[in-house]
């Protein structure tokens, strides 16, 4: 039996608690794990998940040939002379280009689960997909769902997703449920039907909104829209469609 725990932001992540058997699945609903899944989903040949600004600017100078975008923010401000990484914007954009993402947590808390045997991203938007790869290739692994929070500290809207993701699984087959993926379960049920308003409430998204991006907050807000289950693979540094890696023998 499968187990499933919840981890509240990624500086709750202990390294040394991965195994060879663990897997993660890292929320920052607001916005990265939903602009990984959409720009994937768009067309985007690969992502480059970077912790900072500096990290993002070294991996730009080494694509000699390959067409990329360089997309970060940095406390919810647009790194100058980067691409805002918000996703109805960088949908449009990235069409077989791969993006160099850099954000305050969500590719923080990636970087930081680099030890998991496999770590996936999640959003609102591809909830569905996410459950059905869970379900037939880890149903017997730990699973562990890392919010990535906001500087350090605890968001609703990734508690949110965690719990979207954790009823999903419960509807697909016998899970062994830590406290905190129940109570994560127990949040999503409670707010079901009222994503947008939970999210324009929380404190990521009453910043999203004075930045004036509703439209994206209505957009992340929507559930299952697409089939794709991002992958990182820590060899290669980069986030694929996991048949992608599948396909072609290199799935970390």
């Known amino acids: 039996m499968s187990k499933i725990q919840v981890v509240f932001k990624k500086e709750d992540i202990e390294p040394t608690k991965w195994t060879n058997h663990s897997v993660a699945v890292i929320f920052d609903v607001l916005l990265a794990t939903s602009t990984i899944t959409s720009v994937l989903a768009n067309g985007a040949k690969d992502v480059v998940p970077v912790v900072n600004e500096a990290e993002a600017k070294r991996k730009a100078e080494d694509q000699v040939d390959a067409a990329y975008l360089l997309s ?3 406390n919810g401000v647009t790194i100058p002379d980067f691409h805002h990484p918000n996703p109805l914007w960088l949908q449009k954009h990235v069409y077989n280009q791969r993006l160099i993402l850099s954000t305050t947590n969500g590719t923080v808390a990636i970087k930081k689960s680099e030890q998991a045997s496999s770590i996936y991203m999640a959003s609102l938007l591809n909830l569905q997909a996410v459950a059905e790869w869970l379900t037939k290739n880890h ?23 965690a719990g979207a993701l ?11 449920m830590s406290d905190s993926a ?21 404190k990521v998204g009453e910043m999203l909104l004075n930045y004036g991006l509703e439209e994206d907050l209505h957009y992340v807000a929507r559930e299952n829209v697409y089939e794709t289950v991002p992958l990182y693979s820590s060899r290669e540094g980069l986030i694929k469609e996991v048949n992608s890696y599948a396909s072609s023998g290199q799935e970390d």
């Open 72 to 74: 970060g923010e940095y």
């Open 182 to 202: 129940k109570a994560a379960r127990l949040f999503y049920e409670q707010y079901l039907d009222s994503p947008f308003s939970l999210f324009q409430q929380s």
């Open 166 to 176: 954790v009823s999903k699984l419960v509807g697909k087959g016998t899970w062994e």
């Open 139 to 161: 149903s017997h692994h730990t699973i562990t769902l890392v919010c990535a929070g906001s500087g350090g500290s605890f968001c609703l809207e990734d508690f949110y997703g």
